[in-house]
């Protein structure tokens, strides 16, 4: 080993020591701030299972509102195409959750159809109270729908 090696070989243990050192640390990046800041804040799910809008959310006009719904719509009836994890991937992203961060979403189907149908139920609300034209939800979803989404017309001003 050449000392150019050997000096390249210090340098990186000393490195990699400094970083042991200080677990969890990352130096200040200003990309990561803003990604931070433009973060949705508030909303989610409650106890009871009920989504509330987050802040961005309550902030869309009716066309946005209007496909977003649409496009939850869409993959929600495509619920029976998808492949069911198999137990064994289900038990180890759950084991792995943990030790590595992750989402739940995609291990229970049924799960992710009620918190899927809460949100657009907020989200229908939404539409609603900025006298916009909302979705039957019911009939959008019922079994062998295959019609594209629409929304009814919207609620006549008094």
Same mark, same amino acid.
């Given at each position: 080993m050449s000392w150019r090696h050997a000096a390249a070989l210090a340098i990186a243990i000393a490195v990699s020591a400094c970083a042991a050192a200080v677990p969890g640390y990352q130096p $200040?990046? $200003?990309?990561l !701030?803003? /990604?931070? %800041? %433009?973060?949705?804040?508030g909303g989610g799910f409650d106890e009871s299972g009920s989504y509330n809008l987050t802040d961005q959310e309550l902030e869309l006009d009716c066309k946005r509102l209007s496909g977003s /719904?649409?496009?939850k719509i869409i993959q929600m009836r495509d619920t029976d195409n998808r492949a069911r994890p198999s137990a064994l991937a289900a038990g180890a992203q759950a084991a #792995?959750?943990?030790?590595?961060g992750g989402t739940v979403y995609g291990q229970d189907v049924a799960a992710d159809l009620r918190r899927d149908r809460a949100r657009l139920d907020a989200l229908n609300r939404q539409l609603v109270a900025k006298a916009?034209? #909302?979705f039957d939800l019911d %009939? !959008?979803?019922?079994p062998g729908n295959s019609n594209s989404p629409r929304p009814l017309k919207a609620p006549k001003k008094a």
């Open positions: $200040p990046d $200003p990309k !701030e803003r /990604i931070k %800041a %433009a973060a949705p804040k /719904i649409t496009v #792995a959750r943990p030790l590595v916009c034209p #909302a %009939a !959008e979803l019922k």
